[in-house]
């Protein structure tokens, strides 16, 4: 199997638990590693052959930029049955990191993988 990924896709949105954080945009930012064969793409060197990681990422930043979830969990659940469902992708592993959440850390979040590796 072949992996597509995008690395540090940073998008503001409204997320978190508390009250204050029901007022406010914050940044978190996403890797996205999505399986995939890109044999018949590079054999035909053609880009509707293949996972467009430009197109997924317009999407994200459509979705999650209109999203207001309490978890960051909910947020990843989400983005993955989207990319899945809406690209056709098998498998996936997802990184959502919310940087600055907990002072002294770099960056919190969670990492999820779903689907079937080939
Ligand atoms: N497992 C989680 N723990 C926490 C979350 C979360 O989404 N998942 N969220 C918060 C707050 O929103 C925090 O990010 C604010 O600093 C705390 N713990």
């Not at 995008?6 to 940044?27: A, H, K, M, S």
């Not at 995939?36 to 053609?46: E, S, V």
């Not at 990681?53 to 309490?70: N, P």
């Not at 989207?82 to 002294?104: H, I, Q, S, Y």
Request: net charge negative; aromatic share 6%; proline share 2%.
């Amino acid at each position: 199997m072949d992996i597509i990924f995008i690395r540090e896709l940073e998008i503001e949105t409204v997320i978190g638990i508390f009250d204050w954080e029901r007022q406010i945009r914050q940044r978190i930012s996403l890797d996205l590693e999505m399986g995939t064969d890109i044999r018949r793409a590079a054999g035909a060197d053609a880009i509707e052959h293949t996972l467009d990681y430009k197109a997924v990422s317009k999407r994200l930043i459509q979705f999650v930029s209109e999203s207001e979830f309490m978890l960051v969990e909910t947020l990843a659940e989400r983005i993955a049955t989207l990319v899945m469902g809406e690209f056709d992708v098998p498998w996936l592993r997802l990184t959502l990191n919310k940087p600055g959440a907990v002072r002294g850390s770099r960056s919190v979040g969670v990492i999820i993988e779903r689907g079937v590796r080939g």
